[in-house]
């Protein structure tokens, strides 16, 4: 005869995903999400603050609460990124609770389901002594490139270590290095304390990240020597699942016009959902694309350059120099977009999603980040991978023509193009394995076991 404890059937499980509320991280924390629900099986709750939410009808299956941020809609791209980051961690936590204490209330003793957990990004650190208080696990999904946790980390070090003057730039102190990533420095150094618990260690259970392991090898070795949880490179997570992420509407029209081009003489141009620009440099952008007589796909995000709705800064001959060379959307299906035949170079912010896309489908970029970890990506995709170009002169109409024809023709290109097919190799390749194990044998395996153990 069987046993009361041999008969017993786990209960279903859920997790709470609060995703900070840009595109470059609610993309990689609603593709986990679909991840755990579609293969692992889980049910999912998303903690989405009610500013830049994405539409629950794309998730049928996932419960959506809200948190009340306090931010307003109008502020889509952000004049001062790090105060509202910091803002959204305390505005967000009574709702968080309150959210939570509901979820908890209708899991009584006899419930039919059980909270495995939240994951929370990285930024969105609030969550992890909320989970905490309620006796709940918690797990940070990070949303960089491993190196960038070094990078910050190495910044806020030097400023506490009181580098005044610096070493060998006497008389130089800390806060006289040109260093543009912000004006406040003590914000930024709050954020990133917090975000990388660089004062006390963390309560979460373990570390999710959306980066290949054997792409950032030695410097995973270092955060993990470190670390005093496990961490789970999990990435690419675009390449593992798909979802439809996208915050804003995305315009098909131009895989249509991308269909009457030549195989790889477009440049697609894109810096992500929270870059911008001023009208000068959208100017000498224009000009840059125009001269260099390559066709183009180009996103302008509606409010990405200052003073604009849209585009009624483009310089006056532009539209006529161009003719039917360039096609200008809103918003674009990137990833289709960078899947296409006709596409042959990405010029890019170097956001990290971005940069792993492109990887992923072979196609070599012109680097122009704008700040904080995109400065550390485009350093690493010209200089370490060698599959981009770094504009490093900020952008002027004559260096970007040059760096344009340098990515798309001649000798230079085709080698950048052969070493970017080999990332793609190896990206298909892998995901290939993790795929034809059922994902088991992988971190998502471990993770998903982590989730299920009590
Ligand atoms: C931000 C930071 O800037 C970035 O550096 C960090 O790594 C994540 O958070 P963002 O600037 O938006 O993200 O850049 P990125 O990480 O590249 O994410 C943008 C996402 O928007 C990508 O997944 C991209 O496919 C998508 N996108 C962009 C579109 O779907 N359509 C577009 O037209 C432009």
């Not at 010029?347 to 940069?355: A, D, Q």
């Not at 001649?410 to 990206?427: L, P, Y």
């Amino acid at each position: 005869m069987e046993t009361a404890k041999q008969t017993e059937i786990p209960k279903p499980r859920r997790i709470v995903l609060v995703p900070c509320p840009y595109q470059g991280h609610i993309t990689p924390m609603l593709q986990l999400a679909s991840f755990l629900h579609s293969v692992a099986g889980f049910s999912i709750t998303i903690a989405h603050t009610r500013f830049n939410s994405p539409n629950p009808s794309n998730f049928p299956h996932f419960q959506f609460v809200y948190l009340d941020d306090g931010i307003p809609e109008k502020e889509a791209i952000p004049t001062d990124l790090i105060a509202v980051l910091l803002e959204l961690n305390v505005n967000c936590r009574d709702s968080f609770k309150a959210e939570m204490r509901k979820l908890m209330a209708v899991e009584p003793e006899d419930s039919s389901e059980v909270i495995a957990g939240v994951i929370h990004d990285e930024i969105m650190f609030f969550c992890e002594e909320i989970a905490s208080d309620l006796k709940l696990r918690s797990f940070i999904l990070r949303t960089t490139a491993a190196v960038t946790s070094l990078a910050r980390m190495a910044l806020v070090s030097l400023n506490d270590e009181g580098m005044d003057p610096i070493p060998k730039l006497h008389p130089l102190r800390f806060k006289d290095l040109p260093i543009s990533l912000t004006t406040d420095f003590t914000g930024y150094s709050k954020l990133m304390k917090k975000t990388y618990n660089m004062e006390t260690p963390t309560t979460a259970k373990a570390i999710i990240w959306n980066t290949m392991e054997w792409l950032e090898d030695s410097i995973m070795a270092k955060i993990e020597n470190k670390s005093t949880v496990p961490i789970f490179p999990i990435g690419p997570l675009h390449r593992i699942v798909s979802a439809q992420t996208s915050v804003l509407k995305e315009d098909f029209d131009c895989l249509s016009w991308l269909d009457e081009q030549a195989d790889n003489v477009v440049i697609y141009v894109a810096i992500g959902s929270i870059a911008s620009y001023n009208e000068k440099a959208f100017g000498e952008m224009a000009w840059g694309l125009a001269n260099s007589q390559q066709p183009f796909l180009w996103v302008v995000q509606p409010g990405a350059i200052h003073g604009s709705e849209w585009i009624e800064a483009l310089p006056k001959d532009f539209l006529e120099a161009i003719g039917g060379r360039g096609y200008i959307v809103k918003w674009a299906p990137q990833k289709q977009v960078l899947a296409h035949r006709a596409v042959g170079g990405f010029w890019s912010h170097c956001g990290w999603n971005s940069s792993m896309e492109s990887l992923s489908e072979g196609v070599p970029m012109l680097c122009s980040p704008c700040f904080g970890d995109q400065k550390v990506n485009a350093r690493y995709l010209s200089y370490v991978w060698r599959v981009g170009i770094q504009l490093e002169n900020g952008l002027e109409r004559e260096e970007i023509e040059k760096g344009i024809r340098r990515l798309m023709v001649g000798e230079e290109s085709k080698e950048m193009r052969e070493r970017t097919k080999d990332f793609k190799e190896k990206i298909e390749a892998y995901v290939l394995k993790v795929k034809d194990q059922c994902y088991s044998h992988t971190y998502l395996a471990e993770l998903v076991s982590l989730l299920k153990s009590s």
